[in-house]
C-alpha cells in the first residue's frame, strides 16, 4: 500500500441534520473528524411531503419556509471555524436525498447520527442509515449514541475490520490513511468462526466458511506504510460482536460495504448493519469498488451554495 493514502481527509462533508439528539451527534462527529482540515459542511434537512402521494423531492428556498432561516444556526455555530450552510428539501426519502447530492456533488463523506431514537428522529435517522450504508456512492460515518456528551479530543485508535477483499482493501487503505494523519495505532482485525461440530447423522468437523483469520490479518499489517504504528489480532467468533467488543468509546471502527457471494457478506453485509446498533464507536462504511450510480426520481441537487 504505497503511501497509504496518508494524502486524504474529508474536504467536502453531508450531513443528514433533523435537528434531533442523533443528528447534534453527527455535529460532534464532524468536529472530531475535521478537525485540523480545511473541510466545509453542508447540512441537509429533508421534510416529509404534506400530501398524500409521494411526489419528487425539490429545494426549498427561505421565502417558502422562513422558519428555516435559523433552523441550522446551532449547528453552524457548534462546527464553526468549519464552513457550513444549510439546506431543506421537501419530498422523497432522505436516504435518496442525500445520496443523490453525493453523488452530484463534490461530497466524499456522509456523516449521521445513530438509529438508536424514537419519533421522527429514528424516522429520519433508522432508515437513513440502514439505506446509505449499502447503497451510498461514498463512504458513510455513522455516531453512535449520546456521542455529543463525550469530549473528544481526536481518536484513540483506528480499527479497521479487515478479510482481504477489495472492500476491506479500501477500508484499511484509508484507516492507514487517517492513522497517519492523526499520528495513532492502525489496528488490523479479522474475526473467523472456528471449526464446528455437525450434530446427528452427519456428525463432524465442519471448517469454517471464512478465511484463515490469522492468514488474512498478516497479509493487511504487511500492506500498510511502514511509517504507520499498526497491530493486528485475528478473534475467533462472529464479526460483529468481536469488533464491536473489540472498540473503545474513543475509537474509530471502519469496515467494508456490502458485497455479494456468501463470503464477502458473512462480513461486510449484517455486520455492518449490526455495528451501528452496537460498537461503543463511531463506525466508518467505506463503499464497495465500482458502484454503479442510483437510478434517479428527481433532477441532481442544485450547485454547492
Known sequence: MANGGTDRQPRHVLVGYDGSEGARDAIHLVRTLC???????????????????????????DDEAPTWKTFFA????????????????????????????????????????SPHRGGIGRAFLGSVSEGLLHGAAVAVVVAPRAYRERVH????????????????????????????????????????????????????????????????????????????DVRGEALEGGAAPRLAGYCG????????????????????GSVSSTLIHTAPCPVLVVPRPHHPPAERDAPRSPTRS
Open 74 to 113: 446551532e449547528a453552524e455555530r457548534e462546527l464553526a471555524p468549519l464552513r457550513s450552510t444549510g439546506r431543506t428539501y421537501v419530498g422523497g426519502s432522505p436516504a435518496k436525498v442525500l445520496n443523490d447530492i453525493a453523488e452530484g456533488e463534490d461530497v466524499d463523506l456522509i456523516v449521521i447520527g
Open 35 to 61: 478537525a485540523g482540515t480545511d473541510a466545509d459542511a453542508l447540512l441537509v434537512n429533508v421534510l416529509p411531503y404534506p400530501g398524500p402521494m409521494p411526489v419528487a423531492y425539490r429545494l426549498l428556498g
Open 249 to 268: 468509546p474513543d475509537d474509530l471502527l471502519m469496515v467494508g460495504s456490502r458485497s455479494y457471494g456468501p463470503l464477502r457478506r458473512t462480513l461486510l
Open 153 to 228: 479530543d481526536g481518536f484513540g485508535r483506528i480499527v479497521v475490520g479487515y478479510d482481504g477483499s477489495a472492500e476491506a482493501e479500501i477500508a484499511l487503505e484509508r484507516g492507514a490513511a487517517l492513522a497517519a494523519r492523526a499520528d495513532i495505532e492502525l489496528h488490523v482485525i479479522c474475526a473467523g468462526t472456528p471449526r464446528v461440530i455437525a450434530p446427528g447423522p452427519f456428525a463432524g468437523s465442519v471448517p469454517s466458511t471464512l478465511p484463515n483469520a490469522r492468514e488474512v490479518v498478516v497479509r493487511g499489517v504487511r500492506a500498510v506504510d511502514h511509517d504507520i
